[in-house]
């Protein structure tokens, strides 16, 4: 594949180009108060290009730098809501289902992982024909990603196949290898086409080694050193293996947040309200850690926590390839961090591993 | 009392499907109602009267609410529990002898039965709303009993604990507020209740150490407990220790 290359400007300067080229609205990371999330982009100083993030499991610190990974936001805030209205109903049972669909948008600077998760959604929901997200999801018009040559403490994309490179389903990928060097690439005609308006030059035989050599280093960063297989037949193996599973989940309290900011965590409730004449029908995310989760008339699925916990790791790793054929993890590394008790994914499924393998 | 004047009056019409018969703000005291089908009791009883009373309303209910943390839980009333009573007593009156008191504090379904429960200090006036408007129509509403957490992230809040180490009962604090606290950059500090399902002592005690290294000590977080989740902590108290 052809490499170009560019400075920091030419991230802000095709930011511009797809705005104005694509006619839609930018939606991506941005910095927000202290911390960063995902959302609309109004402008390019909002882009969250001298930032950096440490993060580690229960921690989340955000500095002025060059290693900008992503936050407990992600795309999934955007095309699958927390909350969404479904429909209304009125006195005479009329139904109104509400457009929810989106004004052109373009992804921009969403990160490799994010991409697969996306992935993984559309074939969870473009199978399912879920009309709600298939209209969010048919608004997005071009997809930009920020490959991740500083991977972050608890990413292990690598591991699960889906970084820290963009590999498929984007249209223009760039990497930061320092602040004068930019690689971009290509992913699609339209990618092709914005290279083109950006006036980008073709890479150095030099530039593409320092991008290599940076690449090689955060693929070895984010390998977990158990193979994905490993890990799903080690983890089928320990399904009854209660002792364990007491054990990897004793400090969880419960709190859902590794589902919520999941990219790929999906499960959702219905509500119903009632506002002046008219029923409301709203659908929003629940998480499988949480009590509310498998609570059914005459009793609950998964009362032990535990369970739970259990259920969303094997859902990850061994249920999503029998549904959809793809892992339901992408690796982001997410819920570790975002664990307010640090519960560490990657240590689950090593001593799950370590105990089952082979 | 606020938030269900709010609720009240949240909706127009709410207010034609009921008569109030007793609501000491806002309706002349009346003689005591033969029936009432909606009954919603606020704060804990700590009077041998306040019992009395409490039983005879549940008579002539048909549906009683337990309404806010102290009738839940107890209520920060309940830290003097373990007390001396005399004690604490003169500790806010000049003259502590006038004062009858019983030395526990019982929440509301400690003494009579109670059809639901709606946490919080002070409650979520959509939680009330949603009551009225739902019992007018002869359903309920379905509580979720989940985390905070999880409004803090239905809100889109960047979580408080984690990003900025500022100590928060979130996690094991039933949800119910709309995560205000969180919403204003402080953590939650649990008035609506720790969670009656998913901890035990050890959870609770690997979570008190947790908050502990973002600089919550283990008496505040006991005290606080202690004042938001009375009845669900002496549950837990007895095998918590430190
Ligand atoms: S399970 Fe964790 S690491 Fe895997 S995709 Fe979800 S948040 Fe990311
Ligand atoms: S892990 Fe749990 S919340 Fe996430 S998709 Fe699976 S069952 Fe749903
Ligand atoms: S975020 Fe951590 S404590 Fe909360 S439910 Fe998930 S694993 Fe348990
Ligand atoms: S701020 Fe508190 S309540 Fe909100 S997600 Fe974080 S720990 Fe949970």
């Known amino acids: 594949m052809q490499l170009y290359r560019g400075g920091i400007e030419d991230i802000i300067n095709i930011y511009n180009i797809v705005k104005e080229f694509l006619k839609a609205d930018v939606y991506g990371y941005k910095r927000y108060g202290n911390s960063l999330v995902f959302d609309f982009i109004e402008s390019s100083s909002e882009l969250p290009i001298d930032v950096h993030v440490v993060q580690r499991p229960g921690f989340y610190r955000v500095s002025r730098g060059f290693g900008f990974i992503h936050s407990s936001h992600s795309p999934k805030n955007l095309l699958y809501p927390f909350k969404q209205e479904l429909f209304r109903v009125d006195q005479e049972l009329n139904i109104k289902t509400l457009e929810n669909s989106l004004k052109p948008v373009i992804l921009f600077g969403i990160k490799p992982c994010d991409v697969a998760a996306i992935n993984v959604f559309d074939k969870l929901f473009g199978n399912n024909f879920n009309p709600y997200y298939l209209n969010r999801r048919r608004s997005v018009v071009g997809i930009v990603v920020e490959e991740c040559l500083n991977p972050g403490e608890t990413c292990f994309c690598s591991t699960m196949g889906t970084g820290p490179d963009a590999r498929n389903g984007f249209d223009l990928a760039f990497a930061k290898v320092d602040r004068d060097l930019v690689i971009f690439k290509a992913g699609s005609s339209l990618g092709e086409k914005i290279v083109a308006k950006a006036n980008l030059q073709k890479a150095s035989d030099d530039d593409v080694k320092r991008y290599e050599i940076l690449l090689e280093e955060a693929k070895r960063k984010t390998n977990l050193g158990i193979g994905v297989e490993d890990i799903q037949t080690s983890l089928e193996k320990s399904i009854t293996d209660v002792e364990l599973w007491r054990k990897v989940s004793e400090k969880c309290v419960g709190c859902a947040n590794c589902n919520m900011v999941c990219p790929t965590c999906f499960c959702s409730e219905i509500v119903d309200d009632v506002v002046g004449d008219e029923a409301v029908r709203i659908m929003q995310l629940i998480g499988c850690l949480s009590y509310t989760y498998g609570l059914v008339a005459g009793g609950h699925f998964r009362k032990e926590l535990y369970t739970r916990y259990r259920h969303f790791i094997l859902h990850k790793f061994v249920f999503y390839p029998k549904q959809i054929d793809l892992f339901g993890c992408v690796g982001c590394g997410r819920c570790t961090v975002w664990c307010p008790v640090g519960i560490d994914i990657r240590e689950t499924v090593k001593t799950v591993a370590s105990r089952y393998r082979g | ?242």
């Not at chain 2, 919603?40 to 309303?57: A, N, P, W, Y």
């Not at chain 2, 008579?59 to 009573?85: H, K, N, P």
């Open chain 2, 1 to 242: 009392m606020n938030q269900v004047v709010r609720a009240l009056a949240s909706e127009e019409k709410l207010l034609n499907f009921y008569n109030i018969v007793l609501f000491d703000e806002i309706t002349e005291r009346l003689e005591m109602p033969k029936k009432i089908d909606l009954l919603l009791i606020e704060g804990s009883t700590v009077t041998r009267e306040q019992e009395e009373v409490v039983k005879k309303f549940r008579e002539i209910s048909d549906f009683v609410v337990a309404m806010g943390t102290c009738a839940v839980q107890g209520g920060v009333q309940a830290l003097r529990i373990g007390d001396d009573i005399e004690k604490v007593k003169a500790y806010v009156y000049p003259n502590p002898e006038h004062i009858d008191v019983n030395k526990d504090v019982k929440p509301v379904d400690n003494v009579i039965s109670v059809d639901m429960f709606i946490p919080g200090c002070p409650v979520n006036h959509e939680a009330i709303a949603s009551l009225l408007k739902k019992f007018v129509s002869e359903g309920l509403p379905i509580a979720i009993p989940e985390s905070v957490c999880s409004e803090c992230k239905r809100k889109g809040i960047v979580c408080v604990m984690v990003a900025y180490g500022i100590p928060c009962l979130g996690p094991i604090t039933i949800s119910g507020c709309g995560a205000i606290c969180p919403s204003f950059g402080r953590g939650c500090y649990g008035c609506f209740g720790l969670k009656d399902f998913d901890l035990d002592n050890s959870k609770l005690k690997m979570f008190a150490q947790q908050l502990k290294d973002l600089g919550m000590d283990n008496d505040r977080f006991e005290q606080t407990v202690k004042a938001y989740s009375w009845k669900t902590w002496s549950k837990y108290q007895n095998v918590y220790h430190r």
